[in-house]
């Protein structure tokens, strides 16, 4: 994006509209960086999120919304199990529960772009010693929401599965919701982006990624936007991240015919 803004300076180019890069912290974990631009009365016509793509036009993506299960127990001696309730065993029941019930429903979901929503268990922790029935057990769920879902709609299945199994599981209120994002293929930033794509790398492809990012924050502000971005998702978080030079120097010129031909919304 900064060699974008290069190329429009070396060019003597006057975009049609204003242009502004921002560059914000914190979207791994709390996107307080975004938030904090948009509470901030930060408005724009449209936004170009740089997540790797490998330079498609994404219109559309999940959605994550993370919270702990807790199940409860009664202590007791190893040597007598009987005399306690192990909450382990009940978590037990619940993840296949999730294995059994709730992801195959989820496979019957479908979005045109971004396929089914998913979930994964990531985290477990329960009991203290060895020789002690635990009374407690923890599970961390990552949820993967398709446009329109909501976290009330999401409690709402793990209730459910709590009464088919005859168990009781605690549901925490999420530490992260992020709904998902879906952009109108008739927006104006997505034609423009379209039409830059087409004229630097000769096509352009529209497409939806698994992945949450910044983009979804603008979404919620009513500002259109989309991802689009040199490198793979697939080299994120990996030993060895990169992204190919050449990629980087197209992905700079299809900004900067972006920012050069964008106006605002207006007749491109």
């Given at each position: 994006?900064?060699?974008?803004?290069?190329?429009?300076?070396?060019?003597?180019?006057?975009p049609p509209t204003d242009v502004y890069l921002a560059a914000v912290v914190d979207e791994e974990y709390k996107h307080r960086g975004v938030t904090h631009l948009l509470e901030s009365g930060f408005r724009v016509a449209g936004v170009v999120v740089g997540e790797p793509t490998n330079l498609a036009v994404v219109t559309?993506?999940?959605?994550?919304?993370?919270?702990?299960?807790?199940?409860?127990?009664?202590?007791?001696?190893?040597?007598?199990?009987?005399?306690?309730?192990?909450?382990?065993?009940?978590?037990?029941?619940?993840?296949?529960?999730?294995?059994?019930?709730?992801?195959?429903?989820?496979?019957?979901?479908?979005?045109?772009?971004?396929?089914?929503?998913?979930?994964?268990?990531?985290?477990?922790?329960?009991?203290?010693?060895?020789?002690?029935?635990?009374?407690?057990?923890?599970?961390?769920?990552?949820?993967?929401?398709?446009?329109?879902?909501?976290?009330?709609?999401?409690?709402?299945?793990?209730?459910?599965?709590?009464?088919?199994?005859?168990?009781?599981?605690?549901?925490?209120?999420?530490?992260?919701?992020?709904?998902?994002?879906?952009?109108?293929?008739?927006?104006?930033?997505?034609?423009?982006?379209?039409?830059?794509?087409?004229?630097?790398?000769?096509?352009?492809?529209?497409?939806?990624?698994?992945?949450?990012?910044?983009?979804?924050?603008?979404?919620?502000?009513?500002?259109?936007?989309?991802?689009?971005?040199?490198?793979?998702?697939?080299?994120?978080?990996?030993?060895?991240?990169?992204?190919?030079?050449?990629?980087?120097?197209?992905?700079?010129?299809?900004?900067?015919?972006?920012?050069?031909?964008?106006?605002?919304?207006?007749?491109?």
């Amino acid at each position: 994006m900064l060699l974008a803004l290069k190329l429009l300076v070396e060019q003597s180019i006057t975009p049609p509209t204003d242009v502004y890069l921002a560059a914000v912290v914190d979207e791994e974990y709390k996107h307080r960086g975004v938030t904090h631009l948009l509470e901030s009365g930060f408005r724009v016509a449209g936004v170009v999120v740089g997540e790797p793509t490998n330079l498609a036009v994404v219109t559309a993506c999940k959605g994550v919304v993370r919270w702990k299960i807790q199940t409860h127990g009664r202590a007791g001696h190893s040597s007598r199990p009987e005399e306690g309730h192990n909450a382990i065993y009940d978590m037990a029941a619940i993840i296949q529960g999730v294995k059994q019930k709730i992801i195959p429903k989820y496979k019957e979901q479908s979005h045109h772009l971004l396929g089914s929503p998913t979930v994964n268990i990531g985290c477990i922790s329960g009991g203290t010693v060895v020789n002690t029935i635990p009374d407690a057990c923890t599970i961390e769920l990552d949820r993967r929401m398709l446009p329109g879902e909501t976290w009330e709609v999401i409690r709402g299945e793990f209730e459910a599965l709590f009464r088919d199994l005859g168990v009781a599981g605690e549901i925490h209120e999420p530490y992260l919701i992020d709904e998902a994002m879906e952009t109108a293929p008739g927006e104006p930033i997505v034609l423009a982006a379209q039409a830059a794509c087409r004229k630097v790398l000769g096509s352009s492809r529209v497409q939806g990624v698994s992945f949450g990012c910044d983009a979804t924050k603008f979404h919620r502000a009513g500002i259109p936007g989309i991802i689009l971005g040199p490198g793979s998702i697939l080299q994120a978080h990996s030993i060895e991240e990169y992204v190919e030079l050449e990629e980087v120097a197209r992905a700079a010129e299809v900004y900067a015919r972006l920012c050069a031909t964008f106006n605002g919304g207006s007749e491109n």
